[in-house]
């Protein structure tokens, strides 16, 4: 936990944040709160239907991102220490696409094993290159490794 305002204050001012945020942006959604552990909250966003949330979420994510961002700047602009992790996720937009890129993943690692020739996959984001990364960690067969900076980094996966 970071010194001076807790995990659950941090929460608590993050969905104070977003409430206003989405009423600005006349959107209906429910905002629930979850400590994961003793460092990080993650704030799911939900509605039904879903279908007003994706400009939240924006191509590949890149809104989402930035709303988690500014999301976590309001919650450091109120405490006065360091901030734990503040995670933003909307309409299970995250666990989707940790589990898309988990099959794209393995899909790549199989052709790359098929072939013997390594792959440098499209740039990505540090959430979505982690994501390829946590997907082959089991894989005997290839090895991944990032190359290149940001915004631009990218992930290669080769044969072991």
């Keep these: 936990m970071a010194e001076g305002i807790s995990l ?5 001012i993050a969905k104070e944040f977003l409430v ?4 600005s ?6 905002i629930s709160v979850k400590e994961l552990d003793e460092e990080t909250v993650e704030l ?5 239907p879903p279908t007003e949330l994706g400009v939240l979420v ?12 500014v999301t976590r700047t309001v919650v450091q ?3 006065p220490a ?8 909307v309409a299970q937009y995250r666990e989707r696409r940790v589990a898309a890129l988990g099959r794209f993943a393995q899909q790549v690692a199989g052709e790359v094993v ?18 390829v990364h946590d997907a082959l960690t089991e894989n005997a067969d290839v090895v991944t490794r990032s190359e290149g900076d940001d915004p631009r980094r990218f992930v290669v996966v080769a044969p072991s």
């Excluded at 924006?58 to 961002?69: D, F, I, K, V, Y």
């Excluded at 020739?117 to 994501?131: F, Q």
């Design 20 to 23: 206003g945020l989405l009423a």
């Design 44 to 48: 799911s966003v939900n509605a039904n």
């Design 114 to 131: 098929e072939t013997g020739e390594e792959r440098a996959l499209e740039p990505m984001s540090a959430a979505d290159r982690k994501a």
């Design 82 to 89: 360091r901030t734990d992790r503040i995670l933003v996720d």
């Design 25 to 30: 942006m006349n959107i209906q959604a429910e």
């Design 8 to 12: 659950a204050e941090q929460g608590s």
């Design 77 to 79: 602009s109120k405490s």
């Design 58 to 69: 924006g191509p590949r994510g890149t809104t989402l991102q930035a709303l988690q961002e």
